[in-house]
C-alpha cells in the first residue's frame, strides 16, 4: 500500500514472536507433552496472526536457571529479535522470578504472553503450596540422580 493512505487503511505490522516451552523431565517428553504444548502454543500464534519467528524448548526444572533454551530466550529478547515471547502457562517459563523475567522483557520493547494464565487456583494459600512443591520436587529430582550415579 503506498504510504499516503490513511493510517486507518494500513495493515499494521505482524508481531514478531518466539515461542518457549519446557517440560520437567525426559518422561514428559516422551509421553509427548512438550510436542502437544509447543502445538497449542504455535495454534495461539497462528490464530492471533503472529510471526513465528522460533520454537525454543527446553527439558528441565523450572527452578533451573541454567537452561538452553532459557539462556536462547532472553539473548533474542535482549537483541530486539521479537515483539512478542509467548508460553503456555507461568510455570513453564520459570518457578520464581517471572515477573522479573517479564520486567526485562517489557525494558525490551517485548511482551510476555501467557496463553493460560490461570490455569491454577491463584489464591495465596495455593501459590505457597505450589512453591513448596516446586522445591521439594526439585530437591528430590537431584537426590534420586546422585542416588542412581552411585
Known amino acids: 500500500?503506498?504510504?499516503?493512505?490513511?493510517?486507518?487503511?494500513?495493515?499494521?505490522?505482524?508481531?514478531?514472536?518466539?515461542v518457549y516451552g519446557r517440560v520437567s523431565s525426559s518422561l514428559q517428553k516422551n509421553r509427548g507433552d512438550l510436542d502437544r504444548q509447543l502445538a497449542e502454543l504455535h495454534q495461539y500464534c497462528h490464530h492471533q496472526n503472529y510471526q513465528l519467528i522460533k520454537t525454543l524448548q527446553d527439558v528441565g526444572s523450572g527452578l533451573n536457571d541454567n537452561r538452553k533454551g532459557l539462556h536462547q530466550l532472553i539473548q533474542a529478547v535482549s537483541r530486539g529479535a521479537c515483539?512478542?515471547?509467548?508460553?503456555?502457562?507461568?510455570?513453564?517459563?520459570?518457578?520464581?522470578?517471572?515477573?522479573?523475567?517479564?520486567?526485562c522483557f517489557a525494558e525490551w520493547g517485548v511482551t510476555l504472553r501467557i496463553v493460560n494464565p490461570k490455569l491454577y487456583d491463584t489464591s495465596k494459600e495455593s501459590a505457597l503450596i505450589s512453591d513448596i512443591t516446586a522445591i521439594l520436587y526439585s530437591y528430590m529430582g537431584k537426590l534420586y540422580r546422585l542416588r542412581r550415579r552411585s
Open 1 to 18: 500500500m503506498p504510504p499516503n493512505f490513511p493510517p486507518s487503511l494500513r495493515t499494521p505490522p505482524r508481531q514478531r514472536a518466539i
Open 83 to 103: 515483539d512478542m515471547v509467548v508460553i503456555a502457562y507461568p510455570g513453564r517459563l520459570a518457578r520464581f522470578g517471572i515477573n522479573v523475567l517479564k520486567t
